[in-house]
């Protein structure tokens, strides 16, 4: 719930779709959005609203009976009680009808009141289905023998990854949940994977030590890396394929070649356990962050600190890492609750969202760079603007930590593994 209401002067601006504004009007709203949060919340939740009505099935949208309006005057008293009688119309004997504005403003009204309740009731019910995001049962992929620490969708959007305390990874038909690959090479928990963006390979982590590369459908290992001393906990593959950095309870980050193991460099800034690894989408950078609440960008051939994110805006363990497709942002899960949304370019802090009461152990940015899932220990998975840290939606199908989200390539699915042992898909109609 926003903690103030918007402008006056923009009320009515924020509720129409930017097809309906002129081109004015656009641009100065989209500058005042930039100094007023009030605002930006106000139209996240009037764009949320207008998604769920395009979303709503066909069958719902039922036509309104068309209604007819005799004269009265004409029409005489007894043809008119014959005509009500019949059932061939409505009687309104309106002699001074509302302004059209008027009757609008409270169509939207009673609209938001209906939209309110219905959202309302599914959240304290923990109802899995709504009309923008949705679970289907047969989406819930149960495989895997241990928790779910890690999901990775194919670049294609066709397959899925997912690995856990089961010490395997498997790759499955996100269609069909039909089985194709069970990874058993690793002889520990499966802490992280990660797809090749050409979609032939993955790479995946262990509390063995060790990161391995292995084709995702026959399972031929490729590569096998054990540059670390300890549990590699993270990884991530480089946007042109060619390098993967992993983070390890050794208190480094390692980047090397993903065909051949060959290190090519080793990160030795955190004093502390690496927890979370993210490559910038433009390949220069690295942001790593470790279990002293500590955040750093660096450059990834240089070795050179860009940015530090120290513990003054932290005040727990940062546990997720996620940079935003337009390379601009960076979004640090921490476990005293929050989300930090920074610049990763100035180095600034940009916003905290303050969604949860529990350990936040997963990020996922949607492929518009515009939301944010977040995953908790307390085993929901939180929809959210990234511009203004508003909560558009809470998904309570899990019944214990969500460990790892994911958003799929076309940006229509999240999936999020949990320690209930599940992977489940669940879609997003709209990302409007």
């Not at 930017?18 to 764009?47: G, I, K």
């Not at 058993?184 to 928990?189: D, G, Y």
């Not at 492929?367 to 998975?381: M, Q």
Request: proline share 5%.
């Amino acid at each position: 719930m926003r903690s103030q209401p918007p402008c006056k002067t923009w009320a009515e601006k924020l509720a129409l779709r930017q097809e309906d504004l002129s081109p004015a009007d656009r641009a100065a709203l989209a500058a005042h959005l930039q100094t007023c949060p009030a605002c930006a919340a106000a139209q996240a939740e009037y764009h949320f609203l207008d998604a769920r009505l395009r979303a709503l099935p066909l069958p719902a949208l039922k036509p309104m009976p068309r209604l007819s309006f005799p004269n009265l005057e004409e029409e005489g008293e007894e043809d008119t009680e014959e005509i009500m009688k019949a059932g061939r119309c409505f009687v309104f004997p309106v002699r001074n009808p509302l302004p059209a504005a008027l009757i609008a403003r409270l169509t939207l009204a009673a609209v938001l009141l209906l939209f309110g309740l219905q959202s309302a009731s599914n959240n304290s019910s923990q109802s899995q289905r709504t009309t923008l995001f949705t679970s289907d049962a047969h989406s819930i992929y149960h495989g895997h023998s241990g928790y779910v620490d890690a999901v990775s969708w194919s670049p294609d959007g066709h397959y899925i990854a997912s690995g856990g305390w089961d010490d395997t990874v498997q790759v499955w038909n996100v269609s069909t949940g039909a089985l194709l690959t069970t990874y058993k090479r690793h002889t520990s928990v499966v802490s992280a994977l990660a797809w090749s963006p050409d979609g032939h390979y993955i790479a995946s982590s262990s509390w063995d030590g060790t990161v391995q590369v292995w084709d995702a459908f026959s399972g031929a290992l490729q590569t096998l890396y054990t540059g670390h001393r300890d549990v590699v906990s993270t990884l991530a593959w480089s946007p042109n394929g060619q390098f993967i950095a992993s983070g390890s309870w050794d208190h480094t980050v390692q980047v090397w070649y993903a065909r051949t193991g060959e290190t090519l460099r080793t990160y030795t800034g955190h004093n502390e356990f690496v927890d979370a690894v993210a490559w910038s989408p433009d390949e220069h950078f690295i942001a790593s962050g470790d279990r002293n609440d500590t955040v750093q960008v660096w450059n990834f051939l240089t070795g050179k600190m860009l940015h530090k994110f120290s513990p003054l805006y932290f005040e727990g363990i940062i546990e997720a890492l996620a940079w935003s497709p337009n390379a601009r942002y960076i979004a640090a899960g921490d476990r005293d609750g929050t989300v930090h949304v920074l610049d990763a370019h100035k180095g600034s802090l940009l916003l905290i969202h303050k969604g949860y009461v529990n350990q936040v152990s997963a990020l996922t940015w949607s492929p518009n760079s515009r939301y944010i899932a977040s995953g908790s220990y307390d085993g929901t998975v939180q929809v959210w603007n990234a511009d203004t840290g508003a909560t558009l939606y809470t998904y309570r199908g899990h019944s214990n930590t969500v460990a790892a989200v994911a958003w799929s390539p076309n940006g229509r699915y999240i999936a999020s593994g949990s320690w209930d042992h599940t992977v489940q898909i669940w879609a997003v109609i709209s990302t409007r």
